[in-house]
């Protein structure tokens, strides 16, 4: 059966087995029924053209785990940034697991997407803010809509700085031969509150697994968000992940996706303004390897005068390795003001790797400033020359220009533990020792 019917088929045998009210169910029989007329994305889709999930689908993926798993804080510590207190909500298999995770209702709610869909005290935040964001056309979104469950649900009262990061992680232990996932997230941040978030997809063995993520992020007046995408998985690991954020005037968000491994990682971040003076921040450093792919596909919504939206997107690509960036900034004829800019910079190390890159502009306001640019090269010969003349060996030196290069995104990291972790990471990749402090 292929994966498509298998999914169809599961949609009844799931909506039996949750507790939901009414208007969930017509949320849900429409999601399908969106997935249903649109089956699985193509090349043939302008989207998706640098993108095929054909070799994917050809697994017998396990929709729902046959039962709950459980690992070791040990096992799985070395992935946390365990050097700080956190907020904790950890999932294994797509379930959540209690004695990894630190949730609280004190003051603030960070706890489980599937408290807040079933609970009568949830229903006014469910009815206001799920699936109000995310693109009911999108034929992943809306099956991950149909599908619905869990995750992580965090809501942030108005005037709260959350003290510590908050972790949201999931974990696939590898007990099936082949795993799909599909966590959906929802985050709310009131009215002049600050929020650092930091999320990670693990796969813990080297089987398939499909991760359809969807996370809406809602950015009330004056919020500020800081988000951080770890994607450093194995070579059997796909992720799609869809992101959507709404932010409201005078809000600040910063989504910083950070992708080092996996087989296929596909990433749809979109941005949507509702009022004035709005900062949108959108960054991100890919370094790969073998024959392993990413697509960034980035959407900016300027519906409103006198905001402002940065993206800086960076890749280093080796062996066989594929990249896409996909961006696009959309202004609006009542967006005056507007100064939107895009920038990939992309460097290629081998001469099988290979980048697409399409950055956009669509503007309808005259009173704007927007530019968009991007480079394609190889590491500079001079500066390596320069380098070992001076008694740098050309590993390091090459290194080196690398990191340089991602340096800028690096330093936009708020949290000092996740920087180190990052940059170790980065060395690495990179297969050397950064001989400096950071």
Excluded at 95 to 108: A, Y
Excluded at 201 to 217: A, F, G, K, M, R
Excluded at 350 to 379: M, R
Aim: hydrophobic share 35%; aromatic share 10%; proline share 3%.
């Amino acid at each position: 059966m292929e994966l498509k019917e298998k999914l169809l088929s599961s949609f009844m045998a799931f909506e039996e087995q949750v507790d939901v009210h009414s208007e969930l169910h017509d949320v849900r029989t429409s999601a399908i029924k969106n997935f249903e007329n649109k089956g699985f994305p193509t090349k043939k889709e302008e989207s998706w053209k640098y993108t095929s999930l054909n070799a994917i689908l050809k697994n017998d993926f396990t929709v729902f785990p046959k039962g709950e798993n459980s690992i070791e804080f040990n096992e799985v510590k070395k992935y946390f940034i365990h050097e700080i207190d956190t907020y904790k909500v950890v999932f294994i298999d797509g379930i959540f697991s209690s004695h990894l995770s630190s949730t609280t209702h004190e003051g603030l709610d960070i706890c489980l997407m599937s408290s807040a869909l079933h609970k009568p005290k949830y229903k006014m935040v469910i009815d206001n803010y799920f699936n109000k964001i995310a693109n009911k056309d999108e034929s992943l979104t809306s099956l991950n809509t149909a599908f619905a469950n869990e995750g992580a649900y965090v809501n942030i009262p108005k005037s709260t700085v959350v003290r510590k990061p908050i972790e949201i992680m999931y974990f696939s232990t590898g007990n099936e031969a082949a795993l799909l996932v599909q966590p959906r997230n929802l985050i709310i941040v009131g009215e002049n509150s600050h929020v650092q978030i930091i999320e990670r997809h693990q796969s813990l063995n080297d089987n398939p697994v499909l991760t359809n993520s969807v996370t809406e992020i809602f950015a009330q007046k004056r919020a500020i968000v800081d988000y951080y995408k770890i994607q450093n998985d194995n070579l059997e690991a796909n992720l799609i992940d869809n992101t959507y954020v709404s932010q409201k005037q005078e809000t600040n968000v910063s989504v910083n996706t950070f992708c080092f491994g996996g087989n296929l990682t596909r990433n749809n971040l979109n941005f949507y303004h509702f009022g004035e003076r709005i900062v949108s921040n959108l960054n991100g450093i890919t370094i790969i390897g073998e024959k392993q792919h990413v697509d960034h596909y980035t959407l900016v919504q300027h519906a409103t005068p006198n905001c402002e939206s940065h993206q800086d997107y960076k890749g280093i690509y080796s062996d066989r390795s594929t990249g896409v960036f996909n961006g696009k900034i959309f202004v609006e004829k009542e967006a005056q003001k507007t100064n939107a800019f895009q920038k990939s910079n992309n460097i290629l190390l081998g001469d099988k790797s290979t980048i697409n890159a399409k950055p956009q502009l669509e503007i309808f306001a005259d009173d704007v400033k927007c530019s968009h640019g991007c480079t394609v090269g190889q590491l500079d010969e001079t500066a390596m020359f320069y380098m070992q003349q001076r008694g740098i060996p050309k590993k390091e030196a090459k290194a080196l220009l690398m990191y340089a290069f991602s340096n800028a995104l690096i330093e936009s990291i708020k949290i000092p533990e996740l920087k180190q972790r990052i940059t170790k990471i980065i060395a690495n990749k990179l297969g050397v020792k950064i001989g400096f402090d950071l």
